[in-house]
Antibody
């Protein structure tokens, strides 16, 4: 059974960038999408983007984050990375990666299970 | 803009109670809806998908129903470990996914 382990907490200055990684163990990521979401303190869940690792497909990004977020995959380390640039204090949140329940383009491609443990990103001057 | 509206935003209940949480979509989404449970400091956990399918390993006291614009999550015979925040998620606008604002279930 796949487990997703994320990198540790980060503290960043406004205007800088942050890179959060999500490493899969137990199964490969082949043909399953990895989605990135975030949750600001005391708030709900917000979708940032997704990638089908190691495929020819381009990542998809939420309009809100277009141009600021980049999702990529590293086959050699079974890791998916999310980089967010031009950070603002309101980007302070816990960032989660989650795998789709089923293979890409299947009926179960649209549900998220399992999830990583979350990575707290704090943006403060 | 599409919205998912959950009600109530919070609910108090006791062990053994039956609780129903509602999620209303601003446009019809057929059965493209999931429910997640989140405990403090933890990642969300998938409970229900396709409006009424129970995820593997989830207790049968959890059930989902609905289609179109109105959906419900029902928990029968509440257990202590069920006190958490519950979110609905829309999945028919691939690849963009929207969540409800959450319902906090507390003692």
């Amino acid at each position: 059974q796949v487990q997703l382990v994320q990198s540790g907490a980060e503290v960043k200055k406004p205007g800088s960038s942050v890179k959060v990684s999500c490493k899969a163990s137990g199964e490969t990521l082949n043909n399953y999408a990895i989605t990135w979401l975030r949750q600001a303190p005391g708030q709900g869940l917000e979708w940032l983007g997704r990638i089908v690792p190691f495929s020819d497909r381009k990542p998809d990004y939420a309009e809100t984050f277009q141009g600021r977020v980049t999702v990529s995959a590293d086959r050699s380390t079974s890791t998916v990375n999310m980089e967010l640039s031009s950070l603002r204090p309101e980007d302070t949140a816990v960032y989660y990666c989650a795998r789709s329940k089923g293979p890409a383009d299947s009926i179960d491609d649209y549900w998220f299970d399992p999830w990583g443990q979350g990575t707290l990103v704090t943006v403060s001057s | 803009d599409f919205q998912l509206t959950q009600s109530p935003s919070s609910v108090s209940a006791s062990v053994g109670d039956r609780v129903t949480i509602t999620c209303r979509a601003s446009q019809g989404i057929s059965r493209w809806l999931a429910w997640y449970q989140q405990k403090p400091g933890k990642a969300p956990k998938l409970l229900i998908y396709s409006a009424s399918s129970l995820q593997n390993g989830v207790p049968s006291r959890f059930s989902g129903s609905g289609s179109g614009t109105n959906f419900t999550l029902t928990i029968t015979s509440l257990q202590p470990e069920d006190f958490a925040t519950y979110y609905c998620q829309r999945a028919n606008a691939f690849p963009m996914f929207t969540f409800g604002q959450g319902t906090r279930l507390e003692i």
